[in-house]
């Protein structure tokens, strides 16, 4: 009786694709013979129908050979990963799925991106829709490390996620609920962009500039990072509202100053939400009067703490900042 392992090579394979994947593997590891002939057919099959999973898998065991292999037999290493442990873990704030070395940049892995860089993965693939790339968690999460790896690799310093975001301007950006982690962690990253050519105005889908995010955001160091980096301080958003005039409209006392002892202009009259022409102080009066009305109605709960903008020690030094350099009339 003739051995199964003289079954031609073409016949073996008409039967492991008819079995499913663990009873074709247990196939193929029945034999030396059987694992030689159906190994590159298992390979190819698993690649065809959990490419991100397989990724996942081996960068999870630390199992680069195994992943070679799979290269080897056709598997793309920008294959998006599916939910797993990798991608819980190292991109837990966002439900779009990411690239491998996505994720590797947001793990802060420089060995990782290495090793998929030299495997072929793109640094410029981004998230869907999002289309947030490495280089975009890298200065989210302020890796100046990272982010020199990714450019020197040939991230795009001007990547744009789906709202127009650079990676200058995500790491210009700070949410006060971070925990007041980015306040700190993204300074030199801001710096290292700008280093390596990031656009001091690249402006979002909203027309806002790195620094009017940092404005708008609250993130003094940051602000005092891209005024000294370059940044115009009399840049206006799609409004027409300058950067002093929104920072004045905030009471933000520390960034006002900035702003001023930068450059920006006091004199600058710009429309307000009704069209009139108004100069910054008169944005902050009318932004401490709305903050004295909601502290009236108890819209808001506590009293101005004393050194800020809104109290009346730092509604003076606003005022003194903000007033208008005119040239006295000749009497």
């Known amino acids: ?49 959990e490419p991100g ?9 630390n199992r680069l050979a195994a992943l070679d292999r799979f290269i080897e037999y056709g598997l793309n290493i920008n294959t998006l990963l599916p939910y797993g442990l990798f991608t819980r873990r190292w991109y837990s704030w966002s439900d779009e799925l990411p690239t491998a070395v996505l994720a590797a940049a947001i793990r802060g892995s420089i060995r990782l991106v ?16 999002a289309n947030e790339t490495p280089i975009h968690v890298a200065a989210r999460c302020g890796n100046i490390d990272m982010i020199r790896e990714l450019v020197a690799a040939g991230a795009d310093i001007e990547a744009r996620t789906q709202n127009k975001w650079t990676p200058l301007w995500v790491a210009s950006h700070c949410k006060m609920w971070e925990e ?10 801001i710096k290292v962009l700008v ?24 993130f003094v160091k940051g602000v005092q990072a891209l005024c000294e980096a370059g940044a115009d301080v009399n840049s206006m958003d799609g409004t027409g509202i300058a950067v002093l005039h929104r920072a004045a409209e905030l009471g933000d006392r520390a960034i006002i100053k900035t702003l001023v002892a930068h450059g920006a202009d006091v004199d600058k009259m710009v429309p307000n939400s009704a069209g009139i022409m108004w ?13 004295m009305l909601w502290l009236e109605q108890r ?18 030094e606003i005022s003194a900042l903000l007033i208008p350099r005119e040239t006295p009339m000749d009497l």
């Not at 051995?3 to 073996?12: A, D, H, N, Q």
């Not at 709960?301 to 003076?316: C, F, L, M, R, T």
């Open 180 to 189: 007041g982690k980015r306040k700190s962690d993204t300074i030199e990253a």
């Open 1 to 49: 009786m003739p051995s199964l392992t003289t079954v031609p090579t073409e016949i073996l394979l008409l039967v492991s694709d008819n079995l499913d994947i663990p009873s074709h593997f247990a196939l193929a590891s029945s034999s030396r013979s059987f694992y030689e002939r159906l190994l590159p057919a298992l390979y190819r099959r698993a690649i065809a129908t």
């Open 53 to 61: 999973e397989l990724i996942n898998n081996a960068l999870i065991r």
């Open 299 to 316: 819209a808001i709960a506590d009293v101005p703490d004393p050194e800020s903008g809104w109290a009346e020690k730092g509604a003076a």
């Open 195 to 218: 280093e390596l050519g990031a656009d001091l105005e690249g402006r979002a889908e909203n027309e806002d500039t790195p620094l009017m995010e940092a404005v708008l955001s609250g």
């Open 279 to 291: 100069k910054p102080i008169q944005f902050f009066a009318a932004g401490r009067q709305r903050y």
């Open 114 to 129: 290495r090793l998929l860089i030299e495997r072929g993965a793109d640094v410029n693939i981004g998230t869907m829709p």
